[in-house]
């Protein structure tokens, strides 16, 4: 019957050969990431509505059950990504980056939309991330979204803090005898406190909404795009004191439409016949993320479930960083990744 036939070609079904081919052209070209991104989604959707069907319900009536069961999730991060953008643009304005004085600041869209990216203060070019906490990584951010505890997620700064301790400190320097950091001369720069007060508001709002949530009303989180909302609240009750610059949303709607046509794609895999998930399916995840975007394959593991999910945010996140042309490649802002090719180079020319 239409809508109810699998191919499986080499038997793999051919809705994961569709999304992989999608994150190779993704890495390929990454020039143009929207518009891939948006002829992988339609590929996909083209084979599941008048092929395979949406987990036996077929055509669009299926496609419309299978939203129903997303619409919170994909609502909820579009509003956070959107929202950190106007964040991120609120606390560089406020001015505190420029008094840390970290001359090779440069904000990272994607890490701003998780919370981190804000936070430009850093001691080298190389991009911080932060398993395990919506500060620090969109992935993590994907995984709040989805329902799971924070304190679930702690464990993960077990294995971040390992890592930052054996890999960031001889990367930070070594970058240092490549590029060493210059201070202002002679500049004062004032800080905008109301503006960097906006921005705890801000993050308070998102980190708040969710562990309440998770305390009194767990099923809010798979009724409303609660997070996403407050923050937007946040946003709009703060625009009284200090105007937010909108015009970062065009760049900010363009990056959103292309991690969200990449989770929506990533829905839509039939996960049943993915291995099964382990610590070594988990760390296998890691490693793909330094080549593919690791946002797509969190939501992969989301819809799969059974993860250890502290296992995952470290991997994940972790595997992100390892590559420049990994997880950076969602980036609108493409500044990051060639300043991590830099710090690649630099790392290769001192010997390391």
């Not at 999304?19 to 190779?24: N, P």
């Not at 080298?124 to 993590?140: C, E, L, P, Y």
Request: hydrophobic share 55%.
């Amino acid at each position: 019957m239409l809508g109810e036939t699998r191919l499986s070609p080499f038997g793999v079904p051919l809705e994961f050969i569709l999304f992989a081919a999608t994150l190779l052209a993704v890495a390929l070209f990454h020039r143009r990431t929207l518009t891939v991104a948006l002829v992988g989604l339609v590929s996909i959707l083209i084979y599941k509505l008048f092929v395979a069907g949406f987990d036996g319900a077929p055509g669009f009536a299926g496609f419309s059950h299978h939203l129903e069961h997303h619409w919170v999730e994909l609502a909820n991060l579009g509003l956070l990504l959107l929202g950190f953008a106007i964040l991120s643009r609120q606390f560089e304005q406020s001015g505190l980056p420029e008094r840390a004085r970290h001359p090779s600041r440069q904000l990272d869209w994607r890490s701003g939309a998780s919370g981190a990216g804000v936070c430009s203060l850093r001691l080298s070019r190389q991009h911080r991330r932060g398993a395990g906490s919506v500060v620090g990584d969109t992935t993590t951010t994907m995984m709040w979204i989805a329902g799971k505890s924070p304190l679930e997620l702690l464990p993960a700064y077990v294995g971040a803090i390992a890592a930052f301790a054996v890999f960031a400190l001889p990367a930070a320097h070594v970058q240092h005898r490549f590029a060493p950091i210059q201070k202002h001369a002679g500049v004062r720069v004032v800080v905008d406190w109301v503006r960097v007060a906006i921005v705890a508001v801000m993050l308070v709002s998102v980190v708040g909404s969710n562990v309440a949530a998770n305390l009194l009303a767990p099923e809010l989180l798979h009724a409303i795009p609660l997070i996403g909302l407050a923050l937007w609240l946040a946003i709009l009750a703060t625009a009284l004191f200090r105007a937010p610059d909108w015009k970062v949303m065009p760049e900010a709607i363009r990056g959103a439409a292309f991690l969200l046509a990449l989770v929506l794609a990533a829905s839509l895999m039939p996960v049943k016949s993915l291995p099964a998930p382990t610590w070594m399916t988990t760390l296998g995840l890691g490693a793909i993320s330094s080549v593919f975007d690791n946002i797509p394959l969190t939501a992969l593991a989301l819809q799969q479930g059974g993860y250890d999910w502290a296992l995952l945010a470290y991997a994940v996140g972790f595997g992100g960083s390892m590559l420049w042309f990994g997880a950076r490649l969602a980036s609108p802002w493409r500044t990051c990744s060639r300043r991590r090719s830099l710090l690649l180079t630099g790392y290769a020319q001192h010997g390391g």
